[in-house]
């Protein structure tokens, strides 16, 4: 068994995608980090082999936590977690499909001695065909310089309700830029902006939509429904084979909406916490 750092994404990207290929949806949040080119931190990128065969792969972009792929074995994990052992690399957490990411938590405790609590429990849907839906009235309008207060109102109100989390006012701020730049967020409106929904992170057959959210004086009018729908067809029609999302587990609504949509299960996915010694 052997360990290969890279320091060029391109490279890793090219050792590894077949492998993640095997699972794109599983994997669409590494193949999604592969097409990014602009890191403001070089990422730890690593892949652990046997024979040339891909047993598991993981990136992390500093600050954020480490991106674990599906795995051939829980000795290929336990290769991972004693490189970044060895080089003295701290980590706040740890996402993965569901039993990769437990295994890799109980490892990284019985090296580090740091405790592990389930973050979030995710699971991540797959779509290819939009399902004929009743819309709300009103159209998706791609967002614009004008929305920049509102919608960071909103980025901000979702990360709250989602994580339990906030960024800082420049954060968001160069999170709308960054948005306005590649065109990636959308809002449906009837007069005024009702919902929103964004995409990132394009793999080889497929994208990724995020940044879904309704304010909660407007939820159960079927506006969150119709801008996903309408975005997923958007981002089908420019030649995409599959749209991907997150959900919560916990949130049972969203879960059900998605599906009536077209969307469908294709892999539990969870996020696991550090706590800091």
Known sequence: MKTEHFENIDCYRQTVEDYLLEHEAAHCLILGMCSQKDFKKQPYLIAVTQNELILSTAMRTPPHQLILSRSRSEEAIFEIISNLVANNISL???????????????????????????????????????????????????????????????????????????????????WYDLRLKNKSLYVWQNDIPLSMAGFSGSTPNGIRINAVYTPLEYRKQRYASSCVAALSQTLLDRGNNYCFLFTDLANSTSNRIYQKIGYQPACDFDSYKFEQN
């Not at 979030?120 to 290819?128: D, H, T, V």
């Not at 310089?145 to 919608?151: A, G, P």
């Open 92 to 174: 706040p957490g740890v996402i993965a499909p569901k039993s990769e990411a437990i295994a890799f938590a109980q490892m990284w405790q019985s090296l580090t001695g740091q405790s592990y609590c389930l973050k979030l429990a995710q699971r991540i849907y797959q779509l290819e065909t939009v399902k004929i839906i009743n819309y709300a009235e009103g159209e998706l309008r791609l967002a614009t310089k004008s929305d920049r207060s509102l919608l960071i109102e909103w980025i901000r109100a979702f990360e709250i309700e989602a994580i339990g989390e906030v960024r800082t006012e420049q954060q968001y701020q160069d």
